[in-house]
């Protein structure tokens, strides 16, 4: 049977999605079927980032943010 796949994103693969992935990673080998799930997290924009391809002001945009969440990456 394939494992079901459960993929968190964000902009940058740097702070939320890889730590939803292992809040999932976690919950489901304590409430669940480790074998049947394949838990992972990825970044929408990282080949952006790691070019420069992302005009100053949104990456400005994207620090900002997180910052008045009060998210810590």
């Known amino acids: 049977m394939a494992k ?3 993929e968190f994103a964000c902009y ?3 702070g939320r999605s ?6 999932a990673k976690e ?3 304590e409430h669940g079927n480790g074998e049947e799930y394949e838990v992972r ?3 929408v924009g990282v080949k952006d980032i ?7 002001a949104v990456q400005i945009k994207y620090i ?3 910052l008045k969440r ?3 990456f």
């Open 27 to 29: 919950w489901i080998l």
């Open 70 to 72: 009060g998210d810590v």
């Open 64 to 66: 900002k943010q997180p």
């Open 4 to 6: 079901k796949i459960i």
């Open 12 to 14: 940058g693969n740097s």
């Open 50 to 56: 790691e070019t420069g391809n992302i005009p100053t």
């Open 41 to 43: 997290s990825s970044g």
């Open 18 to 23: 890889p730590i939803a992935e292992l809040a």
